[in-house]
């Protein structure tokens, strides 16, 4: 499967946005997603990850209840919807697939767990 990761932009503090990974290939519903970050100078960074089915999600602290995970199996598609963005949010998004024999498992916080990869969309939240 083939990803890519779209919707990233420059947004004030409290600010949204809302990032798209659209997927290519007829397997889409066989892989759970994760998103993760990487900001200048600093490591790769777990953000979120939602099932084959999206009825299982499992985010990072310092995002929960502001970021909110997503998919669309039918459109191949999958969201992410930052809300109460912060200056520390900047960074590069990318998103992951990772093929899993279980609807309900909710994905990994470890990037070496992900088969394929999206490149990445720039966020940038200005204070």
């Known amino acids: 499967v083939q990803l890519q990761a779209f919707g990233g932009g420059l947004v004030q503090a409290g600010g949204s946005l809302r990032l798209s990974c659209a997927a290519s290939?007829?397997?889409?519903?066989?892989?759970?997603m994760g998103w993760f970050r990487q900001a200048s100078g600093k490591e790769h960074e777990f953000v979120a990850a939602?099932?084959?089915?999206?009825?299982?999600?499992y985010y990072a602290d310092s995002v929960l209840g502001r970021f909110t995970v997503s998919r669309d199996n039918v459109k191949k598609t999958g969201f992410l919807q930052m809300n109460s963005l912060k200056p520390e949010d900047t960074a590069v998004y990318y998103c992951?697939?990772?093929?899993?024999?279980?609807?309900?498992?909710?994905?990994?916080?470890?990037?070496?767990?992900?088969?394929?990869w999206g490149q990445g969309t720039q966020v940038t939240v200005s204070s």
């Open positions: 992951a697939a990772d093929r899993t024999q279980s609807p309900y498992y909710s994905g990994s916080y470890s990037d070496s767990e992900y088969d394929y």
């Open positions: 290939g007829r397997s889409f519903h066989n892989y759970a």
């Open positions: 939602i099932s084959r089915n999206g009825g299982s999600t």
